[in-house]
């Protein structure tokens, strides 16, 4: 009798929420590409250079928030100052407005669509034995009990439907931390990656995204939504 490949068998199911090592590199030459276009080989250097000025800065100034970002995970730490150096940087020459503009449309949507489909390993998920949606459900609340082991997503409370996984986030790392850095803005930027990411993965896990309220945007817990697809409400245009 052959054994079938199960979900819980996959490397990234109940893993550490954290951008994997291909998504960082693409993340880089996205930054890269994006930079060069908008400022030109000359702009690109002066921004870099500042950016790591600024990096070094907010390191030396905020050394509890970096001691526990990197608790979380490495990763984490360093993509937490590298994209405020980035955007304090970008800000100096287009405003603060602008340079978070920039970012979402230009680096943070595009890296979605690497990154995404990286982080639910779903090249190998629609391979696993079973209904892919329900093996979508599966990781995604896999990933968040790991979370809230690691204290960082607090899942508060969850909800398995047949066609349907509602789950609620209580606390949200990203808004903490770069709140201490005094960019809050930047707390955004994990759900702009959501609205961008699962729309790019949604035919291949069967599934339609929805989620309305988001710590980021001041409520007090975000509500994810996962609706097998053919049976959500017309209303993906709300998402934030």
Request: hydrophobic share 40%; with cysteine; net charge neutral.
């Amino acid at each position: 009798m052959t054994i079938g490949k199960r979900v819980e068998d996959l490397e990234m199911y109940g893993a550490s929420l954290e951008m994997p090592k291909e998504a960082v590199k693409a993340q880089f030459k996205i930054t890269l590409k994006a930079l060069r276009k908008k400022f030109g080989i000359w702009g690109m250097l002066g921004v870099f250079l500042d950016a790591y000025s600024v990096q070094r800065g907010l390191r030396r100034d905020f050394p509890e928030t970096r001691r526990r970002a990197a608790e979380i995970s490495k990763i984490i730490e360093k993509e937490l100052f590298a994209l405020s150096g980035i955007y304090l940087a970008l800000a100096k020459r287009l405003g603060r407005k602008e340079a978070y503009e920039f970012l979402k449309f230009e680096v943070i949507y595009k890296l979605a669509l690497t990154s995404m489909p990286l982080l639910y390993q779903v090249r190998e998920l629609k391979t696993c034995d079973g209904d892919v949606f329900e093996n979508f459900k599966k990781m995604n609340i896999a990933l968040f009990e790991r979370t809230t082991e690691d204290g960082t997503w607090l899942m508060e409370s969850y909800k398995n439907e047949p066609d349907k996984l509602t789950i609620e986030i209580a606390t949200c790392a990203n808004v903490e931390l770069f709140n201490e850095l005094n960019v809050p803005e930047l707390g955004r930027f994990g759900c702009d990656h959501d609205v961008a990411g699962f729309s790019a993965i949604e035919k291949d896990v069967n599934c339609e995204f929805r989620r309305f309220r988001t710590i980021a945007n001041g409520d007090d817990h975000c509500l994810f939504e996962f609706f097998r697809r053919g049976t959500a409400p017309d209303n993906a245009h709300l998402n934030i």
